[in-house]
Every structure is written in structure tokens, then in C-alpha cells.
């Protein structure tokens, strides 16, 4: 029963690197959200999904990339890190109830840009 | 467009004492009203949800939430704070049409301390 699982769940880089954060779930659920968090912002969705295959932005979705290749997996890229994508970042998934989605999140995963 | 306002970013009880966490939000259509909570170092969960039956809807671990539409509210209370309840409360929004494929709105979060 694990949920919504992120890996890894802390990662440091240095400017201009890459990586990517791995978000899988095994509810079988239609959604999938990738969200970032910053003191006295709330949370802010980066990139989302409605299904395998499928991708979209949300509300700060520049610097990043996302790919849905299996409905359970959600991964997001980032190219050429930046510090101000210093953060932490939230996966999310929920099944297909429109405007009344309720999100499962996961743990977290926390990365700092040096 | 759909907002959510939260006011006060900390709030601090003492045990036994009222919690009230006040959410205020802005929809041209009537939405749907959520409040999750996030304890230190995990994710948010869900608290309860407002999807158009009662008004007021109750939560886990004794919360609960009244929808006033004429005050475009849906503020979270507890009758009696528990040193457990301290944590981040967030409220949210989303469309009840489905616009924005449903996506919530978050607040930007009320951390909420509990003296003993």
C-alpha cells in the first residue's frame, strides 16, 4: 500500500546541471500532478497529466519538462538547473472526478541549486 | 479567475483551546472547497472536502468547515487543539465545472502552533 513514492527524496546540484525526479504511483489513478513548494507561497502546480501520454502546463511551468510514458510513472526534468528552482517538490495523483479531484501526495523530495 | 486567501500565515492555541483557521476564496461559478494539512517533513493530506451537500462538512481528527456563500468562506475549526494538530493547513479550490481540468488552487498555507 504505498501510495504516491518520490525519488530521491533530497538532491543536491550545482547550476546548470540536470536530473530528473521520479514520481510513481500505484492506485491506479488518471491524474498526475508535479507541484513545488516555497515558504509562504503554498504550493504551486509546475506540470500535470490527465493521462498516459499526456501532459500540460500548470501555473510556473518554465525550466522544467515532464513525460507520462506509463500511467503510473509522472517524471519531471529539469535541464539546466537554476537556483531559483530551489525547492521542494510535491507529486500528487488522483482519479478522474472533475473539480472535485482529491490529490494523494507524495513525501517530497527537496532540492537545493548551489 | 479562481483565488484563495488564508488569513494569517501562523496562528498559535493552547491546548484545549478553539482553533479557528480562516480560508476566504474567489469563483465565478460555485466551487469545490478543500483543506488539506501538512505535518513537518511529509506531504499534505486531506482534512475534508465541500462538494455541494451539506454546508458544513466534518473532517478527521475533529476538524470541521462551514461553506458560507454569502461570505465566500469556508473557514476549518476544532473545538479543542490537541499538541497533535500542530502542523500547516492548507485551503483549496477547484472548479466545479471541471475548468482547468479541476486543478486546485492552494492557499499559501497557515502554520498552526499549539502551546501546552
Not at chain 2, 2 to 12: A, E, I
Amino acid at each position: 500500500n504505498a501510495g504516491v513514492t518520490q525519488t530521491p527524496k533530497f538532491r543536491v546540484l550545482k547550476t546548470g546541471q540536470s536530473m530528473t525526479l521520479l514520481c510513481a504511483q500505484d492506485m491506479n489513478h488518471e491524474y498526475m500532478y508535479w507541484y513545488r513548494q516555497d515558504p509562504g507561497m503554498g504550493l504551486r502546480l509546475i506540470h500535470y497529466s490527465v493521462g498516459e501520454g499526456t501532459t500540460a502546463k500548470g501555473e510556473v511551468p518554465d525550466g522544467y519538462n515532464v513525460s507520462r510514458l506509463k500511467k503510473q510513472n509522472f517524471l519531471l526534468g529539469l535541464e539546466s538547473a537554476a537556483p531559483s528552482q530551489t525547492s521542494v517538490y510535491f507529486c500528487a495523483s488522483s482519479p478522474h472526478i472533475p473539480g472535485a479531484n482529491v490529490l494523494t501526495f507524495g513525501a517530497g523530495s527537496r532540492l537545493t541549486v548551489l | 479567475a479562481q483565488s484563495v486567501t488564508q488569513l494569517g500565515s501562523h496562528v498559535s492555541v493552547s491546548e484545549g483551546a478553539l482553533v479557528l483557521l480562516r480560508c476566504n476564496y474567489s469563483s465565478s461559478v460555485p466551487p469545490y472547497l478543500f483543506w488539506y494539512v501538512q505535518y513537518p517533513n511529509q506531504g499534505l493530506q486531506l482534512l475534508l472536502k465541500y462538494t455541494s451537500a451539506a454546508t458544513l462538512v466534518k473532517g478527521i481528527n475533529g476538524f470541521e468547515a462551514e461553506f458560507k456563500k454569502s461570505e465566500t468562506s469556508f473557514h476549518l475549526t476544532k473545538p479543542s487543539a490537541h499538541m497533535s494538530d500542530a502542523a500547516e493547513y492548507f485551503c483549496a479550490v477547484s472548479d466545479r465545472d471541471g475548468g482547468s481540468q479541476g486543478n486546485l488552487i492552494f492557499g499559501k498555507g497557515t502554520k498552526l502552533s499549539v502551546k501546552p
